[in-house]
């Protein structure tokens, strides 16, 4: 199994940029893909981006062109890189490793894009 920990939320102003990061504490290698998902208040959690062991990556219709995952295999760690953030955008992020025949999740970081 693997421990994530998510880092880098905050509070941003519309237009702003964030990045998160999501830390591992074995190798990301195992897992078959990695996603940033985020629940607004009162909303289903659900995918923002993703991307699997092969480098293919997807994204919600709503981040399309605004966020970018990255991964540094040397570190573990996984990036989700906000751009343009929108009010909506909002909410607790959260990082996913599917691996080890199981899903793994982090704690979550709260992102706020108020002005």
């Known amino acids: 199994q693997v421990q994530l920990v998510e880092s880098g939320g905050g509070l941003v102003q519309p237009g702003g940029s964030l990045r998160l990061s999501c830390a591992a504490s074995r190798s990301i290698f195992n897992c078959n893909a990695m996603g940033w998902y985020r629940q607004a208040p009162g909303k289903e959690r659900e995918l923002v981006a993703r991307?699997?062991?092969?480098?293919?990556?997807n994204y919600a219709d709503s981040v399309k062109d605004r966020f970018t995952i990255s991964r540094d295999n040397a570190k573990n760690t996984v990036y989700l890189q906000m751009n343009s953030l929108k009010p909506e955008d909002t909410g607790v992020y959260y990082c996913?490793?599917?691996?080890?025949?199981?899903?793994?999740w982090g704690q979550g970081t709260q992102v706020t894009v108020s002005s």
């Open positions: 991307m699997f062991s092969g480098g293919s990556t």
């Open positions: 996913q490793c599917s691996g080890w025949g199981s899903d793994y």
